[in-house]
């Protein structure tokens, strides 16, 4: 049982190109970023500026303006309003 080979069909060929030329264009591209990225000279560091301080200050803390009561039920969800009942056996 040994299956006829009848050599590359373009689909495989043009598999392999894309594999082999075309997804290498990324890698090369990361590698120029990362040369560029070594080799640059580090910048002068600029002084900060200086923003002048204001006297506006409140003398209340910051509050929420509208407190919800927390919702009973588990993760905030509402309580259920029955009583679970108990569900039919299937008997087989």
Known sequence: MQADFKGYTRLIVWELIWLMVIMKIPILYLCWVVYWAIKSEPRPEESAALVKASDDTDPTPWRPRHIRPRRPGPHGRPS?????????????
């Open 80 to 92: 259920r309003g029955y009583a679970r009942t108990r569900r039919a056996t299937v008997r087989t």
